[in-house]
């Protein structure tokens, strides 16, 4: 049966067209609007929105929003009128001018002061920039160790785990060293040298400070470093990525060129078995061993490729290793088990290293990766000896502990590391959490105590640490930081340093410094409007002489 539509559509009722109004044009309107109904010739706010061509609720809208900006009265007058948009609307533009398409430092102030028109109210010469720029970060450095003495005064002593490397522009090494966990900055100095007292020297004072006790250091193969966490008595954790970059240096360029070099000789028999065939035919005895030639040959390439392959999927399988947790089962690992399976991997690759006959270089890099699992192995041995004693203190029943360690801290450990794992993994783990997450919900135990073991759980997942992937991020922040101001002296790396911890906010809204002190702390922004002299009144020659530059 059809059904039959009575109502068409020229019947039916027309969509009003949405009005796209600029900030202009919507300020023309409520200011007429305002000044017709004090006219009082009793006319309603409806007939008034209607003969200025806008639908009533529109005009009450966009009064409403106007009246409830949680800002100062006299500037949302201000910003209602004509000079007001207009400025706006240029100092918008100015910032996405110099923002997006700026330099960067000095340069890109005077860009933004002179294209909003600011620079006829504050000096914009190199001079006034210059030294309000110096009074900005002597305020910031100021600002910083103010914060941090008084947030180490209340914080309790506790322990941490720092990601440390160098940063290698100029003369002299950056060193940089970072607490994992929270993101925060504890050094970054241009020094003389990297070795272990030089570290040392520089880590001591700041750890001591902030009120910190170093338990554990990640970072490369580097012997300065672990050198110096030897001598701060930390445990150190080689960063699991520069040992799979060992492996691949060893046996990624030789095992590819040999796989390149098979398919050429394939390509080229194929080649010679076409103009054999042409020539000769195909039943000829020639053709024959042209064919068995390039059987062999296809063959050799299958086998590299196969070689390629086993490498690659080994040094995955390593990476899917290092965790405390098996994730294929959802269960806590040992450091038995885990040596075990870093054996298999490597055993896979030397096997293939030797079948492909590869350099004595790639040997001595397979060997340098050997130590750096070994030593991956003996701090996961560290680890799990930490995570007994952390559950020693817990006081809990063999219950209770069966529990924490089959669904507390695998489930706090995939939730410490979710955010970090990639879209195809999350994929494969995403029915495992769910679980997890179940069986947490449905046990028996109260819900404050089960707080208190996700809180314990998470604690001890953010204690296992495999990356230094924060510092070496950093470190390509400070080589930009380093080209865009050609130079970065002490007072100015040290107020990057206390603005990347007392401004810059995650997603969360908190702070490096925040997360690490687990206490507040003043906005660094607000003090420096507070109390950062602004430059002050540009002298009008000089200001003539900048507007004839620019024209």
């Not at 039959?4 to 309107?29: A, F, G, W, Y």
């Not at 720029?133 to 941090?148: H, L, P, T």
């Not at 559950?391 to 489930?411: G, S, Y």
């Not at 997603?507 to 002190?517: H, I, Q, Y």
């Amino acid at each position: 049966m059809e059904t039959i539509l009575t109502n068409s559509p020229e019947n039916s009722s027309q969509k009003r067209k949405k009005m796209h109004l600029s900030r202009l044009e919507v300020s023309h309107k409520m200011i007429a609007f305002q000044e017709i109904l004090a006219l009082k010739e009793n006319r309603s706010a409806r007939e008034v929105a209607s003969f200025l061509k806008v639908s009533n609720s529109t005009m009450q809208s966009w009064r409403s929003r106007e009246c409830s900006r949680e800002v100062l009265p006299e500037l949302v007058e201000f910003f209602s009128t004509f000079a007001g948009i207009e400025f706006l609307q240029r100092l918008i533009m100015s910032a996405y001018q110099v923002i997006h398409f700026g330099c960067g430092g000095i340069r890109a102030l005077q860009e933004f002061l002179r294209l909003s028109g600011l620079n006829h109210f504050i000096a914009s010469s190199d001079g006034a920039l210059q030294a309000f720029s110096v009074r900005c970060e002597k305020y910031i450095v100021a600002f910083g160790d103010a914060e941090e003495k008084k947030l180490a005064e209340k914080m309790k002593r506790r322990k941490i785990t720092a990601a440390l490397d160098e940063m290698f522009r100029g003369a002299h090494p950056c060193l940089v060293a970072i607490e994992i966990v929270s993101g925060f900055i504890l050094l970054e100095k241009f020094t003389e040298d990297r070795t272990a007292t030089t570290w040392t020297k520089e880590l001591t004072p700041r750890i001591e400070g902030l009120n910190i006790e170093l338990e554990q250091v990640v970072s490369d193969l580097c012997g300065g470093i672990r050198a110096c966490a030897k001598e701060l008595k930390a445990e150190h954790s080689p960063d699991l990525f520069h040992a799979q970059q060992e492996l691949t240096k060893a046996t990624s360029a030789p095992l590819a060129a040999q796989e390149r070099e098979f398919d050429n000789n394939v390509k080229e028999s194929e080649q010679v078995l076409a103009k054999i065939i042409n020539k000769h035919g195909e039943e000829s005895e020639q053709a024959q061993i042209a064919a068995g030639n390039l059987r062999l040959r296809r063959i050799g390439l299958e086998w590299r490729k196969e070689r390629r392959q086993k490498v690659r999927d080994a040094k995955k399988e390593i990476g899917r290793i290092h965790h405390p947790i098996n994730l294929k089962t959802g269960k806590v690992q040992n450091s038995e088990e885990v040596s075990k399976r870093f054996d298999e991997q490597l055993r896979i690759i030397e096997e293939c290293s030797r079948a492909a006959g590869l350099k004595t270089s790639s040997e001595k890099r397979l060997t340098k990766a050997k130590r750096a699992f070994e030593a991956i192995t003996r701090y996961v041995t560290y680890f799990f000896t930490m995570f007994a004693a952390s559950k020693t203190e817990m006081n809990l029943t063999q219950d209770e502990e069966q529990f924490f360690n089959e669904i507390v801290f695998p489930l706090s450990y995939l939730n410490v590391m979710w955010r970090r794992l990639p879209k195809k993994d999350k994929e494969e783990l995403l029915s495992q959490k769910e679980t997890l997450e179940r069986k947490f919900r449905e046990s028996i135990y109260y819900d404050r105590l089960k707080d208190e073991w996700l809180k314990k759980g998470q604690k001890c997942a953010e204690m296992f640490q495999r990356s230094s992937s924060c510092v070496e991020g950093r470190n390509g922040m400070l080589s930009l930081y380093y080209h865009r101001f050609h130079r970065l002296n002490t007072r100015g790396l040290r107020a990057l340093t206390v603005v990347h911890n007392f401004h810059i906010r995650r997603l969360d809204g908190t702070t490096a410094a925040e997360r690490l002190f687990s206490s507040k702390h003043d906005d660094l922004f607000e003090s420096m409007v507070a109390h950062v002299r602004i430059p002050g009144l540009p002298h009008r020659k000089k200001l003539q002489q900048t507007e004839k530059l620019a024209a």
